[in-house]
């Protein structure tokens, strides 16, 4: 049931979407024969691709995926920027409109009419287009390390300098495959971290689809060792079979959960005496379901020296209510991707209380990354992927 809701929606805001295309780019602009048929044709075959991409990705082999995710994932992206464009083109039309009514001059005449519809029509589709090359550029290049130092008052001086290299929203799957995952393995092990903390999205799909994309991160090397929270999507792509996947490479899964990071040792697990360090905490996503799936952090803490700094690793920044309430020092997130394509951030705001950056709530610290990979579209505008290293101070 829920799926057909799903699919519901996901069918009528395409078909709504490329009606408005066709109406503003084609219908308004008047377009003589046989452009307006080849335009209309157009626009009615990258409408279908969408649902029709959908449902080849589940039936086809594993090899057909990618070459047909790419050209399918780009045109959302674009999709996505020629709808704002043309919303621009819309105020736009009624500026004029407006104007033309408040000096007399009455409603614009057909001639004028069409002759705006394709003046805007076409400045939003070359603005589109343009801004779509860009944010698939921004989107595979090179992988950027991002610094940032966080300065946690309760941190003894044994443990000041630690280093923890954050991982988040990789999204492996059609679009980013082996060859990305050892890019970051790479890069990641040429900073020597402390810790490596990978906060959830790893995946999008199963373990026999993923396997061999996954399989360089069993050569990720960090001197306390390589942690992992679930996100949201791991829930999408069976995430029992994940968490064993994961713990055969060589990463410890932190469900509701806590290790001790100490300054002269690997992570120690539960009631392994204080030697001056902090504590590494881990919790299930905020949406997690089924298999006894659901964030706990209460449980997490249990039992847990007061005194004691404590660092948290959940996907989503809006646990970080939770966490200020229960004395966490720094709270490590993703989930938000910082929007990645601009203006998308503004709506993600609506759901979570920090979208990127370093934040605070209360006495809780909180870094949220503009993640490492990307989700659906190819494209990154106004964000940048990122693999951030952080500075215990």
């Known amino acids: 049931m829920r799926i057909a809701v799903f699919l519901a929606v996901?069918?009528?805001?395409?078909?709504?979407?490329?009606?408005?295309?066709?109406a503003r780019l084609v219908r308004d602009t008047a377009l003589p024969a046989p452009y307006r048929q080849w335009a209309t044709a157009l626009v009615v075959s990258l409408g279908v691709s969408l649902p029709?991409?959908?449902?080849?990705?589940?039936?086809?082999?594993?090899?057909?995926?990618?070459?047909?995710?790419?050209?399918?994932?780009?045109?959302?992206?674009?999709?996505?920027?020629?709808?704002?464009?043309?919303?621009?083109?819309?105020l736009v039309r009624l500026g004029l409109s407006g104007w033309a009514r408040l000096t007399g001059e009455g409603?614009?005449?057909?001639?004028?009419?069409?002759?705006?519809?394709?003046?805007?029509?076409?400045?939003?589709?070359?603005?589109?287009?343009?801004?779509?090359?860009?944010?698939?550029?921004?989107?595979?290049?090179?992988?950027?390390v991002r610094e940032v130092e966080v300065k946690l008052d309760r941190l003894p001086e044994a443990s000041r300098g630690t280093t923890i290299v954050q991982l988040t929203d990789v999204h492996l799957?059609?679009?980013?495959?082996?060859?990305?995952?050892?890019?970051?393995?790479?890069?990641?092990?040429?900073?020597?971290?402390?810790?490596?903390?990978?906060?959830?999205?790893?995946?999008?799909?199963?373990?026999?689809?993923?396997?061999?994309?996954?399989?360089?991160?069993?050569?990720?090397?960090?001197?306390?060792?390589?942690?992992?929270?679930?996100?949201?999507?791991?829930?999408?792509?069976?995430v029992g079979p994940w968490?064993?996947?994961l713990a055969r490479l060589g990463i410890r899964v932190l469900r509701n959960?806590?290790?001790?990071?100490?300054?002269?040792?690997?992570?120690?697990?539960?009631?392994?005496p204080p030697q001056g360090g902090f504590d590494l905490a881990g919790v299930d996503d905020y949406t997690a379901f089924g298999d006894g799936h659901r964030a706990d952090l209460p449980r997490a803490l249990a039992g847990r020296d007061p005194a004691r700094p404590v660092v948290l690793l959940a996907h989503q920044p809006r646990q970080v209510r939770e966490a200020a309430a229960l004395g966490v020092d720094l709270q490590i997130s993703g989930h938000t991707h910082a929007g990645q394509i601009w203006p998308f951030k503004y709506l993600v705001r609506l759901v979570q209380p920090f979208v990127?950056?370093?934040?605070?709530?209360?006495?809780?610290?909180?870094?949220?990354?503009?993640?490492?990979?990307?989700?659906?579209?190819?494209?990154?505008?106004?964000?940048?992927?990122?693999?951030?290293?952080?500075?215990?101070?």
């Not at 009528?12 to 408005?20: E, I, K, M, P």
């Not at 009419?113 to 290049?141: C, D, E, K, P, W």
């Open 243 to 245: 968490m064993e996947e």
């Open 52 to 90: 029709l991409a959908m449902f080849l990705g589940r039936v086809l082999p594993p090899a057909w995926r990618g070459p047909l995710a790419w050209p399918v994932f780009v045109w959302m992206g674009v999709m996505f920027l020629l709808f704002v464009t043309l919303l621009g083109a819309e």
């Open 10 to 22: 996901v069918l009528s805001v395409t078909l709504g979407l490329h009606y408005f295309f066709w």
């Open 356 to 393: 990127a950056g370093l934040g605070r709530l209360h006495h809780t610290q909180i870094y949220v990354s503009a993640g490492t990979g990307y989700w659906g579209p190819p494209l990154r505008l106004g964000t940048q992927a990122e693999i951030t290293r952080i500075t215990l101070a």
């Open 257 to 272: 959960e806590r290790v001790a990071i100490e300054p002269h040792g690997p992570g120690a697990s539960e009631g392994s």
């Open 107 to 144: 409603p614009l005449d057909p001639a004028r009419r069409t002759f705006f519809a394709r003046l805007l029509g076409g400045a939003a589709g070359a603005t589109a287009g343009t801004l779509g090359a860009y944010s698939v550029y921004q989107a595979i290049a090179a992988l950027h």
């Open 173 to 238: 799957g059609a679009t980013l495959g082996r060859a990305f995952c050892q890019a970051i393995v790479d890069k990641v092990n040429a900073l020597a971290p402390d810790v490596v903390a990978i906060t959830g999205d790893l995946v999008d799909g199963t373990v026999e689809q993923l396997r061999e994309a996954a399989a360089p991160l069993a050569r990720l090397r960090a001197r306390h060792g390589v942690y992992f929270v679930t996100g949201n999507h791991e829930y999408y792509s069976g």
